[in-house]
DNA sequence: CCAAAAGTGTTTATAATACACCCATGC
DNA sequence: GCATGGGTGTATTATAAACACTTTTGG
């Protein structure tokens, strides 16, 4: 075939909002290079798995979550020379949405891993920067045209909830009122249930499910 | 590091419009596998290269197209084991958006070249049918907010020629009126030129430039 | 003059925004 | 009752869509 030959890794964006903040997933590494510093969780890919499984399996490693209802999608491909001290490691960044979690577990490698606001990280190992805010920009302007908020959500949810996620994401704040008839006018987004659920004060707010809707037209956000 | 290395390959989905269909670049391969059958232009990234100077490079060598003007963005990478007979390779597609041209020279490595309209296109070698398929949606997916058509354009061109590719690559009909209306009044997005041309019968068009604005919004086409 | 394409003005429908107001709960 | 968040109705404003109409060329 040819000499010149790479590595190759996949790397994960794993975002969720928590308390109010979009936030990422990062590991402590263990091993060199760049042991000790933080990073992204990823992994190489092995001999006869697919880009997609291996960051299937990367992302069950770090969080113990099985992906079924959450969102993985890949992201790009980042392969400068030089990015790996190793040598030539050509790197898959990966994109999962997922719910608010509890504190991850140790990882199967013992290497720590926990919650950060994206706005706070930097000084990431490798290119992992890049590669995260790549992630985030994608994130945000998928919340525009689809209806991939739901899956920062847990199962079921209410519609606060919803646009708590929009607000944390883009860093805006939108009128519930209006937000609450957009939401529920898009046909197919969310599925009533029959429950309620009372948080603290206020009336009691009706609980959804996602539906099967994936994009969003018109868009959530207009103009700049 | 760990055994399992790859090959990394660069590949191109390079789009136009000619003749009102949208139409894309391809090759009859030179060498095994697949030799003599259709496929994407591409080859093997250099061993200190990064990936998007490689795909430049193909797209220099396949078109003759220095880069300047022109779009081009990573697309995805594919890496099912087995796509490729020789072995492990992965490979990272690349999306170009060019002018209509005249038709491209031999390659250097003596392999024919052609446009095909992509309705028409299928049983490309390895996995390409599914790039070309990813490089067409994202394509029309871009079309609707960004200023991204005016890049299948040449460098001076009317209303008009700018509508056709909307069209072409949307397979739809728009009010030449409202469409007018729509992109000159999007800021940046036209630079209006001293010149006129006329195109046979009819009031001579405007020459306009590309501007500098690079989203549109609202988008181009609503609903679905 | 006529046909054809470029370009403008105006009307109508639809959707976003703003916000007044009612509902249902905890205290 | 009162505060709080959930949820509805309605007026205002902005934008898209439809289309009548004028402009400028070639024949």
Known sequence: MRGNLFAVAVDLV?????????????????????????????????????????????????????????????????????????????????LALVPDLPEPQAGSDAVVSAWHPVAAVEGLAFDHDRILAEGVERARAK????????????????VSQLRRVYEAVWGTELDPRNFQRKVTSTPDFLIPTAETVGTGRGRPAQLFRRGAATSLYPPMLRGD
Do not use: M, N
């Open 143 to 158: 919340l525009e045209y689809t209806t991939l908020a739901a899956t920062f959500c847990p199962p079921a949810f209410t």
């Open 14 to 94: 794993i975002l969720t909002v928590r308390d109010g903040e979009l936030s990422t997933l990062l590991v402590r590494r263990g091993v060199p290079p760049f042991a000790g510093e933080p990073g992204l969780p990823g992994g190489f890919v092995l001999p006869h798995e697919d880009l997609l499984d291996a960051a299937v399996r990367e992302l069950v490693e770090e969080t113990g979550l099985t992906i079924t209802g959450h969102h993985l999608e890949q992201l790009a491909s980042f392969a400068a020379p030089g990015r790996d001290p190793r040598g030539r490691v050509l790197s898959v960044g990966h």
